[in-house]
């Protein structure tokens, strides 16, 4: 490796130390190092796939800033999978878990903006809870705007959707990379449509979306109520279909019961093939959990995977656990075995138990924005209490894992897909540093400095 990146790739992670945890830095950000910077690309090489995947998807930002800062360029950051030395390896204490990828596997994550590299249909684990949604999608991969024009695709959460649809974008874009590709999901639609109206500037808006090839739309159930926002899709899905581009949508229930969503919109969605995907049972599970452990080169056992399949319901959950292992695991220096699974996760679901409870969360968010429970419960939806109502939702999703529904219920009674909404919008608003320390400040209610729940 150039001794001159070396160099200044230290004074990068210098710089990252001190804005992350001790933990996080030590785990993602030290056994990375700076392979090129050509043409404003900062190559950066990772040990595996599942780094890769966490630095792209929480640290994204400032590890650009910092790059930006001591090149004084505006670089794009994209990430390679490849262990540099040995000693970076023994390092961290990782040898037992990850073994160096073969440069013909070397895999460019972020190609296409926020579509994942690794969903891909040879990634997904098919059974006949999705098999029919699985065909219809490789099926409009292969022709888009031919076939099944629009594909709604719809399920509860964590079943895969949001796999598929990616992994649509990634076939078109590896058969085509000319194909004008946009993926994006309700929310940030609106908030495209919003923006544009504040700065007066809708014809630029319009000429992003009605000009592509391939539109994937994520969450269009959020679509209801939004007036505006449901119009100027109206009108951007009739120029798609008519220009024969493809369109993409992903619900948590079938067209037809979506509420306050425009009649002729539904019909619209309802004009394709609507598709739905169940939720996955014990065997699939536990085929996902391999599917996942083979891509971050992990070589993980059947009965492994059985017992961390015991203890999640979806594909997002089964994500997070098998993460969680795979961290204790590194972090010791040791083979993930089924004993070390089934003890690791028992022990997270008894200190859970132990510790805290979800009424102790409600409270400390309230006392950190000091407003009254009962609002926070209750059918206000002020700017202020709408934000504090979010956070709780996303703190009792996170690190208490609970379901969606159970969240509800404790916020007074509030729809699945209402806390759904609640926990993405606090997802997206983490990269935000300033917004990143008032959570890091409502955990520090509990007892914890460094800011997790006692739980950790």
């Known amino acids: 490796m150039d001794e001159e990146n070396n160099i200044l790739w230290k004074k990068i992670l210098g710089e990252i130390e001190t804005e992350v945890s001790r933990g996080i830095f030590i785990t993602l950000f030290k056994p990375t190092a700076l392979l090129s910077i050509e043409k404003g690309i900062a190559s950066i090489a990772a040990p595996s796939t599942m780094v890769i995947d966490l630095l792209q998807k929480r640290h994204y930002q400032v590890i650009k800033k910092t790059v930006d800062k001591y090149t004084k360029i505006d670089t794009k950051i994209i990430f390679v999978p490849k262990i540099i030395n040995k000693g970076i390896r023994e390092d961290i204490g990782v040898s037992p878990l990850f073994a160096p990828v073969e440069k013909k596997q070397t895999l460019i994550i972020g190609h296409l903006p926020r579509v994942r ?13 999705n098999q029919l949604a699985f065909v219809s999608a490789t099926t409009v991969a292969k022709k888009p705007g031919v076939a099944y024009n629009p594909l709604f695709i719809y399920g509860p959460v964590g079943v895969g959707k949001t796999h598929l649809m990616q992994a649509i974008a990634n076939e078109v874009y590896k058969n085509d990379p000319d194909k004008k590709i946009i993926y994006t999901t309700s929310e940030e639609f609106t908030n495209e449509v919003v923006e544009a109206i504040r700065n007066n500037d809708t014809a630029r808006m319009k000429r992003k979306f009605r000009n592509v090839d391939l539109l994937i739309v994520d969450d269009v159930q959020f679509f209801a109520g939004k007036d505006r ?68 080169n992990i070589d993980l056992s059947i009965e492994t995977a059985k017992k961390i399949a015991e203890r999640a319901h979806d594909s997002r959950e089964l994500e997070g656990l098998l993460l969680k292992t795979i961290t204790i695991a590194a972090n010791r220096g040791v083979e993930i075995t089924p004993e070390l699974a089934e003890n690791t996760l028992s022990q997270n679901i008894d ?60 916020l007074g009674g509030r729809d699945h897909t209402t806390i759904m909404h609640g926990v993405k919008k606090i997802e997206g608003l983490l990269l935000n540093k300033n917004f990143s320390e008032e959570i890091l400040g409502i955990k520090a209610l509990f007892g914890n400095s460094e800011g997790g729940l006692k739980k950790w």
């Open 117 to 129: 590299a690794d969903y891909t249909f040879q990634t997904l684990a098919v059974s006949s809870s």
């Open 229 to 296: 926002a449901q119009e100027e899709l109206f009108h951007t899905f009739n120029i798609l279909i008519d220009a024969g581009a493809q369109i993409v949508l992903s619900s948590d229930r079938p067209p037809s019961e979506i509420k306050k969503l425009e009649k002729r919109l539904s019909s619209r969605f309802a004009g394709g093939l609507t598709v739905d995907i169940e939720a996955a049972d014990f065997e699939l599970r536990c085929a996902i959990l391999l599917i996942k452990a083979r891509r971050h």
């Open 351 to 410: 200190e859970e138990k132990k510790f805290f409870r979800p009424d102790e969360i409600i409270r400390n968010v309230c006392v950190f924005y000091n407003i009254k429970e009962t609002l926070i419960k209750g059918p206000k939806r002020d700017s202020g209490l709408v934000k504090a109502r979010q956070i709780a939702m996303y703190i009792l999703k996170q690190d208490l894992a609970l379901s969606f529904v159970e969240i509800g219920n404790i």
